[in-house]
Each structure stands twice: as C-alpha cells, then as structure tokens.
Nanobody, 119 residues
C-alpha cells in the first residue's frame, strides 16, 4: 500500500492549491488530510468517508476534500490561503468508518507535501 501526496508549492496569500493523494495497493473507507507546521504538532484538517465529510474549523469554507473512486485518489482544494496555512500536508487512510479526527485512528500515511503561503 502506498499513498503518494503531491501538489504542494509556494503560493501568495489569497491564492489556491490543489493537493492530490494517489492511493495504490488497495482502497480504503476513510481518508483524511493532516498538516504539521514547523515546531507544532500534526493537526487534523479534513476527513471523508462514504457517509460524512468533516473539516477543522479554520478549513471550513476555504478547503474542500473530494475523492475520485475510479482513480483511487483523494484531493484537497485549498482556496483563500493564508500564511498560517504553511505546513507539510499529509494524507492518511484507514479501513475504519466514523468521524475519525485524530492521527492515531489512521493506519497508512503519505510522505507529505510542503505548502508555503507567502504574505
């Protein structure tokens, strides 16, 4: 099983990026995005299962998570980016269902993609 995250980069404040997480080896019930800024703990951003989609408060209205079942790929569309969104973004997956908001609930992780938002 492999999760390959991509799409990060340098963008100005107010700009947009779309992160992708290509999953190979199997498909999962629930996917999530987390991020980790320098000197901070990894934090939840969004999750999606067949039954629900959840966002961290700062992501609501700006970020949209989606899933392409045919491509076995999940996406995170990020709009209105702010400097405080600067972090390494990780995709994660698990076979569990439910509102899974903590990193401990995910079994497989991508390698991370760096997002840098300049002011």
């Amino acid at each position: 099983v492999q999760l390959q995250a991509s799409g990060g980069g340098l963008v100005q404040a107010g700009g947009s990026l779309r992160l992708s997480c290509e999953v190979s080896g199997r498909s999962f019930s629930t996917y999530a995005w987390f991020r980790q800024a320098p000197g901070k703990e990894r934090e939840f951003i969004s999750m999606q299962s067949p039954f629900s989609t959840r966002y961290e408060d700062s992501a609501k209205g700006r970020f949209t998570m989606s899933r392409d079942y045919a491509k076995n790929t999940v996406y995170l569309q990020m709009n209105s980016l702010k400097p405080e969104d600067t972090a390494v973004y990780y995709c994660a997956a698990t076979g569990r269902l439910g509102n899974l908001l903590t990193s401990e609930e995910y079994d497989f992780w991508g390698q991370g993609t760096l997002v840098t938002v300049s002011s």
